[in-house]
């Protein structure tokens, strides 16, 4: 091969470098993104764990019958659909919980990664109505990281190893770098068709009382500040595929940049799991060179953790165990099909991007889903209102409660309208209510029994009723209200 005096090596060498060094990925970084990914899981399966019977379960919103009938590919793929009971439900969620301990410890990190995607797109499955986009991006993630090398550093899984790799550059791990800029970079697109360059679209959000929590509910008062962050989110938006252009300390002060954003995102909004995923994701594009400074700070107050015991005991018992045969034939097919694997895994983001923004059908990730509710639009157009609904049992005592058990005093005027519904999920599903009158009876039947449980009285029928407020440039509208369901017990 020719060898040119620039560089001493040739221009396909120097590009092969190139895009190396912008979509390869250090192996502490993907040791980080395990880790995030693991706590993510985790805070998803305790937060969904209040609610396990309401929406897991036969007792709840969506029993497996309904499920089979409006969703019939999601229930032949549900683990989760094999039973209605909440005590089996209980086991998967712990089962799940074990994998996702083992993902973060990165013990078998590959086979803990694998169980803890089945379980996940297994629960997904169970209630398609309780999703939005930061589960099907969580899901889309995890799916790809089986591709990488999870467990190299940081891991129980690299601990007595002498051959972990420093870098991984693969069709894999560009397929992971270009899903979150594909996230960002189409994001931006549907903000600037949403008018989002005049500034007093994210002031319209924080107006929205159903959606803003901590300092989100101070901003909605500050529509210069409001203005300023919009501009500013939508300008680091645009520069996102930056992340897989620069290098060095460019790239680690643009994933700073995100990382600060999905802080004032988790302190501003409740969108779900959504900034934790993408925070998970964009330290995937920290270099070396900030891992190096994270290793000199960290590592000398490693020692309580005796890591370098357990990495001689591992060490010992490696030597001692029988090695697994090798067959060069078998590695040679193994790497072909990871390859075929991560090409395909590579054209599924650059077809999802291209599909969420409207020039192709978006693929939708489970059977009869609305896709507008899977596609990284969050906010692009704010709506103009805002709603909560109230679901109230009459008893045979003649008392009237809240059969949620939310205590809401005033339903008219609640001190906080993201409140009411308890968590995002519930706001999820109940932003339905209105076009579905089945998910209103199977939320009301719900309520029925659980009215009866929690107050040890027999609920005679349920109300259902929606509350809106519009938001307006001279304020917030008065509380409207409409009966959605009146429901016999």
């Not at 250090?26 to 764990?49: E, G, K, M």
């Amino acid at each position: 091969m020719a060898l040119h005096s620039n560089g001493g090596a040739s221009p396909a060498a120097r590009l092969r470098a190139a895009l190396e060094r912008r979509l390869g990925v250090d192996a502490r970084a993907l040791a980080a993104f395990r880790a995030l990914v693991a706590i993510t899981l985790l805070v998803d399966l305790l937060h969904r764990s209040t609610d396990l019977v309401a929406f897991h379960t036969d007792r709840g919103v969506l029993p497996r019958a309904a499920l089979a009938e409006q969703y019939p590919l999601a229930e032949s793929i549900s683990l989760h659909a094999v039973s209605g009971a909440a005590w089996v439900q209980a086991c998967l969620f712990v089962l799940a919980g074990l994998l996702a301990i083992a993902l973060l410890l990165g013990v078998r990190s590959r086979l803990a990664a694998a169980g803890s995607f089945a379980l996940l797109v297994s629960l997904q499955a169970r209630n398609p109505l309780v999703l939005n986009s930061g589960d099907v991006l969580l899901s889309v993630l995890l799916a790809l990281a089986l591709f990488v090398p999870l467990g190299e550093r940081w891991s129980v899984d690299a601990l007595g190893r002498a051959d972990r790799d420093r870098r991984v550059a693969s069709v894999a791990t560009a397929a992971l770098l270009l899903q979150v800029v594909a996230v960002y970079a189409t994001n931006a697109v549907f903000k600037l068709h949403g008018g989002w360059l005049g500034g007093d679209a994210l002031w319209t959000v924080f107006r929205l009382d159903q959606f803003t929590i901590l300092l989100g509910n101070y901003l909605s008062g500050t529509p210069t500040i409001a203005g300023a962050v919009a501009i500013a989110w939508l300008a680091l938006l645009g520069a996102s595929p930056l992340l897989v252009v620069l290098t060095g300390r460019a790239r680690t002060a643009l994933v700073l940049l995100f990382l600060g954003a999905h802080l004032g995102m988790l302190l501003t909004v409740s969108v779900g799991l959504f900034p934790l995923v993408l925070t998970a994701g964009v330290v995937l594009f920290l270099p070396a060179s900030a891992w190096d400074a994270v290793e000199r700070r960290v590592q000398p107050h490693l020692g309580p953790f005796a890591l370098e015991w357990w990495a001689a005991v591992l060490t010992v018992a490696r030597s001692r165990a029988p090695a697994p045969p090798r067959s060069s034939s078998i590695a040679r097919w193994r790497r072909r099909a990871g390859l075929a694997l991560g090409v395909l895994a590579l054209v599924s983001v650059l077809a999802w991007g291209v599909g969420s923004v409207g020039a192709a059908d978006p693929l939708a990730p489970i059977d009869g889903a609305e896709t507008e509710d899977y596609t990284w639009s969050m906010f692009a157009d704010p709506p103009d209102s805002y709603r909560w609904y109230g679901v109230t049992a009459r008893l045979d005592t003649g008392r009237e409660v809240d059969a949620l058990g939310r205590s809401v005093a005033d339903w008219t005027a609640p001190p906080d309208a993201a409140r009411t519904y308890g968590s995002f999920r519930w706001r999820k599903f109940m932003s339905g209510l209105g076009e579905s009158d089945a998910a209103a009876e199977r939320l009301a039947e719900h309520a029925c029994w659980r009215a009866s449980t929690q107050y040890d009285a027999d609920a005679e029928h349920v109300t259902i009723t929606a509350y809106e407020r519009f938001v307006q440039d001279s304020g917030v509208s008065p509380t409207s209200q409409r009966q959605v369901l009146r429901y016999e017990c």
